[in-house]
């Protein structure tokens, strides 16, 4: 286990590591095309949405598989790396595009809807990032399980985001689209078929 743990974060960490040496290192930005500023916000916004829907997908694994019930240990982890890229996206344009001017900040809230809808995905993340201690585990109880379901709203937030932000024609966010829908209706049919399965046990036990 600890060295898929290991694996997990190399995978999540060398994306970004890859950036980091493209912006800081002899290429200097070189290696990032004709628009540096764009390639970052467009690279860190693309993997939050990738992660995070990697973190989505574990409980239908886990229900659909029970033999794979030890990939939930997964999900904390990708959700935070998740809120990483989110906050590394939401950076890059309160520093690289608005040049932290709260000023141009608010002008482009109110006439720029995308950015809302990104900042409606980043701010339900936070909450999750800041109780995903053990600590907060325990003392939440229930209201834990409750609270992270906002994940789903960070997710949907951040597709409508990705629409509206590329030119009208391009595809781009098509596949991720077509994933998160995949995993919302996935999670209520998975739970009719649980329960079908729990009723079926029960009443085979009842008979004997």
Do not use: N
Request: proline share 5%; glycine share 8%; with cysteine.
């Amino acid at each position: 286990m600890i060295t898929l743990k290991v694996l997990v974060h190399v995978a999540c960490l060398l994306p970004l590591a890859w950036l980091l040496w493209q912006l800081f290192g002899p290429s200097s930005g070189a290696g990032l095309g004709a628009d540096p500023t764009h390639t970052v916000t467009y690279f860190t916004g693309r993997g939050t949405l990738r992660i995070l829907i990697l973190s989505l997908a574990i409980t239908p694994v886990r229900r659909l598989l029970p033999r794979l019930a030890w990939v939930i240990r997964f999900r904390r982890m990708l959700g935070l790396y998740a809120f990483v890229y989110g906050s590394l996206h939401l950076l890059t344009y309160v520093g690289l595009y608005a040049g932290f001017s709260w000023a141009a900040i608010t002008d482009d809230l109110s006439k720029r809807p995308y950015i809302w809808a990104g900042v409606t995905s980043w701010a339900s993340l936070l909450p999750l990032a800041l109780t995903s201690t053990t600590w907060s585990i325990r003392k939440l109880g229930k209201r834990w399980q409750m609270l992270h379901r906002l994940v789903y709203l960070a997710a949907i937030a951040g597709v409508v985001h990705y629409w509206w932000i590329v030119k009208t024609g391009v595809r781009s966010p098509l596949p991720i689209t077509l994933a998160l829908a995949v995993l919302l209706l996935a999670r209520p049919v998975l739970s009719e078929v649980q329960a079908r399965r729990k009723g079926r046990v029960v009443a085979g036990a009842a008979a004997l």
